[in-house]
């Protein structure tokens, strides 16, 4: 009992850890580009919130504590762009490189525990990805709406040059790597692999895939209810309904990889 226990509290604190992480990179990301722009003092210099439980747990109250009214009034449109895209581009997209690399290297030496912190890594930029691209791709305000802004673009071209290699990341998340995390950290525990695929399909368009829902507009308040209720249920059932089949050799095929060791 006392081991399992244990187990749980490190698990959740990896999971604090890695999506604290993903979120301080992101916000870390503006503040860097804002000052090698000019229009930042410090790059360290956040709005860091208080001392309470959902900024605690959550980071809710951190934001990159970037003006862009300034920039805008310069005439300096593309420069606010560069600022407001670097978060995810930048930030999450090289902590979703690194995460991916440190997980196929502490993979093949067996390293569970650094393994999994990598694994988890990769979710939360994952996630972050689909919070911003599609999901507030159409927003009336923040990232994705300055960089629309700033550029005098259609939101659309976000969606199509963000939105096809994020979707590509998830993609291959999806059918590649969370395929052999089941079997290298579940090897033997049919639940711990139906556990992980719920966990990653919940995080990425759930957790992730909800930003949209308030405060954000329409578009992204529908983009928001369909990877919530659609994208997440959807992704579970499918990737284990091959499983089910009896007969079926994509059923077996799928059966043998994930749910058998």
């Known amino acids: 009992m006392k081991v399992i226990v244990l187990k749980a509290i490190g698990f959740l604190f990896l999971l604090w850890l890695t999506h604290a992480l993903g979120y301080l990179i992101h916000e870390y990301a503006h503040a860097f580009f804002a000052w090698a722009l000019g229009w930042k003092a410090n790059p360290f210099a956040l709005n860091y919130g208080g001392l309470n439980l959902n900024n605690i747990l959550f980071l809710s109250d951190i934001d990159e504590n970037v003006d862009y009214d300034p920039i805008f009034a310069a005439g300096q449109g593309t420069a606010a762009a560069m600022i407001a895209v670097s978060g995810v581009l930048v930030g999450n997209g090289l902590g979703y490189l690194v995460a991916r690399c440190g997980y196929s290297r502490y993979k093949a030496r067996g390293k569970k525990t650094v393994g999994f912190f990598m694994f988890l890594f990769c ?15 159409f927003a009336t305000h923040a990232d994705m709406a300055t960089v629309v802004q700033g550029l005098h673009i259609s939101p659309w ?51 992730y895939g909800s930003a949209g829902l308030h405060r954000y507009g329409d578009a992204a308040h529908w983009i928001s209810i369909l990877s919530v209720y659609v994208l997440f249920p959807l992704t579970v059932v499918l990737f284990f309904l091959p499983a089910f089949r009896s007969g079926s050799r994509t059923g077996a095929t799928l059966t043998k990889k994930i749910m058998k060791t």
């Open 123 to 137: 979710i939360m930029n994952a996630g972050n990805f689909i919070s911003y691209v599609p999901t507030r791709t």
């Open 157 to 207: 071209w976000i969606a199509l040059v963000l939105g096809v290699p994020f979707c590509l990341a998830v993609i291959h998340f999806f059918s590649r790597i969370l395929p052999g995390a089941l079997r290298f950290f579940f090897p033997e525990w049919r639940i711990g692999r139906i556990l992980l695929v719920v966990l990653s399909s919940f995080m990425i368009f759930d957790f």
